[in-house]
């Protein structure tokens, strides 16, 4: 178990801002002191939030390189489809499985915000449930990083508004990949016992995640490579919070704590999979089982995850394309990348969009923080 959560919430009222501001005028404001109800701040604390302001022009640019670089992708598959049968396919597609497809993408997101409510139960961390949420959705901007670990910036967060230290956090992300992979190689095996698909993606990705798993439950060796990796000189000083960080993951990966969150995990993936299958069926003339469907997007969203491309990029869309081709009845090369193209602009690119949102709100919150701060200082 983690240690408890020593933050607390700045106050909300004008008063009590006040009175807090007046009592670190007495203080020395270079340093962090206990104040009133085990609340403890400083100067740069109190003007932390100002780091979160990231420039929105440099977000679109982020986002607009990893657009480039996705219409490339696609423009690099479609070498080898007919542009003209692929918009034909694309005409002939009944639009109401798209909107079906970003509901049950959007049931995804609920239950593994759900989980993510959890894991901060089981740390001790208290956020308040609305801007738990907005932390939660802004890491979907940065689910175009590879392996998703951009999504570490929810640790980044949650110490500018929370001041809880990014140690105690990471491991609660990192925790969440770890059970996503799970999750998506449970719906896997079920496919592959069925199918003779995906034998070698979903094996690959069964040792990797087992051996992963294998290294965090065995204290020993996971402390001493910590202990190797930071002996140098330069980097010792990273021990100690490396040391803490696997102390979290090690809860997490517990028996117990890794049976309900890959649970949780396996029905928020069964979503996006059954979408999957419904744009598929929206083609007329495709025949694709769900077990099959489940199998083919589940094996290469492992394929995209283990490849550390950013996204996945190419390595999902190529894979996707071509186990369709391969595996499924009716599905030609202009159907399959154009279900390919609809279930990641329903996923990927939906969860992208959701998350620059997010952190447009999250900056606001921020910004309305600094200036209600400042009217205090002012005031007191």
């Known amino acids: 178990m983690f240690g408890p959560n020593t933050s607390a919430p700045i106050p909300d009222n004008i008063s009590s801002r006040t009175e807090l501001v007046s009592g670190l005028r007495r203080r020395d404001l270079a340093t962090s002191q206990p104040l009133a ?24 640019k982020r986002l607009l ?11 690099g598959i479609s070498i080898y489809t007919d542009l003209s049968a692929l918009g034909d396919r694309l005409g002939g597609f009944a639009w109401w499985a798209m909107a079906a497809a970003l509901s049950l993408a959007v049931l995804n997101y609920v239950l593994r915000f759900f989980r993510w409510s959890l894991y901060l139960r089981h740390a001790e961390i208290e956020i308040p449930l609305g801007l738990s949420a907005r932390i939660f959705l ?5 689910s175009i990083t590879p392996g998703k670990l951009g999504e570490l910036v929810k640790s980044y967060l949650i110490r500018e508004f929370r001041d809880v230290p990014i140690a105690r956090t990471a491991p609660l992300v990192v925790g969440e990949r770890i059970t996503d992979l799970a999750a998506l190689l449970v719906l896997g095996i079920i496919g592959v016992a069925t199918y003779d698909v995906a034998q070698n993606l979903v094996l690959v990705g069964a040792l990797l995640v087992g051996g992963a798993l294998v ?5 020993v060796f996971a402390r001493g490579g910590v202990r190797m990796l930071t002996n140098p000189g330069l980097l010792r000083r990273f021990r100690a919070p490396l ?11 517990l028996p117990w704590p890794m049976l309900w969150a890959t649970s949780l995990a396996v029905v928020a993936w069964l979503a996006e999979c059954v979408g999957f299958a419904l744009i598929l069926s929206a083609f007329p003339g495709t025949e694709v ?46 159907t399959a990348l154009a279900a390919t193209i609809l279930i990641r602009l329903a996923t990927l690119w939906f969860a992208v969009l959701i998350g620059v949102v997010a952190l447009t709100l999250l900056r606001r919150k921020s910004n309305q923080s600094d200036r209600a701060l400042s009217a205090a200082s002012n005031e007191a």
Not at 65 to 75: L, P
Not at 243 to 253: P, R
Not at 308 to 321: K, R
Request: with cysteine; net charge neutral; charged share 10%.
């Open 37 to 60: 109800n085990g609340i403890t701040m400083s100067r740069n604390a109190m003007h932390r939030s100002s780091v979160v302001k990231v420039p929105v022009s440099l977000r679109w």
């Open 65 to 75: 390189i990893a657009t480039v670089v996705a219409i490339a992708a696609f423009a």
């Open 138 to 142: 802004s890491g979907f901007a940065f």
């Open 215 to 219: 290294g965090l439950s065995w204290p």
């Open 243 to 253: 040391l803490e960080f696997y102390e979290g993951l090690a809860q997490l990966v």
């Open 289 to 334: 089982p769900l077990s099959l469907a489940i199998l083919i997007y589940a094996s290469t969203t492992i394929a995209g995850a283990l490849s550390f491309l950013p996204g996945g990029l190419l390595v999902t869309e190529a894979t996707m394309t071509l186990l369709l081709v391969e595996a499924s009845r009716g599905c030609d090369e202009p």
